[in-house]
């Protein structure tokens, strides 16, 4: 996905892993393996990031827009076309579906706001 979109996508997509392995080393060697070196990769080590943002299991996508706001989190294969969210996200777009964070007017104006649960913040 990131290969083929990587041109348009340039400087506007961030793709993040995060590894919850035991040792960093494994997660050097696994993303060696698969050939995931256009994705920044981060070791967790002993922060509480999963506790903190609601993560119940692996593998868990976050996705987040140009506001900085989690619009969807979960796991990958709930979402039929991650390229496609990503483009909609990158156009200002709102994501529909499950998983995705609640969408609410905004007082007073015609600009959609989300509604901003626990864990999406």
Known sequence: M????????????????LSIDSAKETVKSHVENKGWTAVE?????????????GVRGVPHVMLIDKEGTIVY?????????LEEDLDKLLKGEKLEGQGIAEYKEADGGSTPAIKVEEGFK
Do not use: Q, T
């Open 41 to 53: 990769h981060f070791f967790r080590a002993g922060s509480k990031c999963s506790e903190i943002y």
């Open 73 to 81: 989190k979960g796991h990958p294969a709930s979402r039929p076309n």
């Open 2 to 17: 990131l290969e083929k979109k990587e041109e348009e996508w340039k400087d506007k997509v961030r793709i993040i892993g």
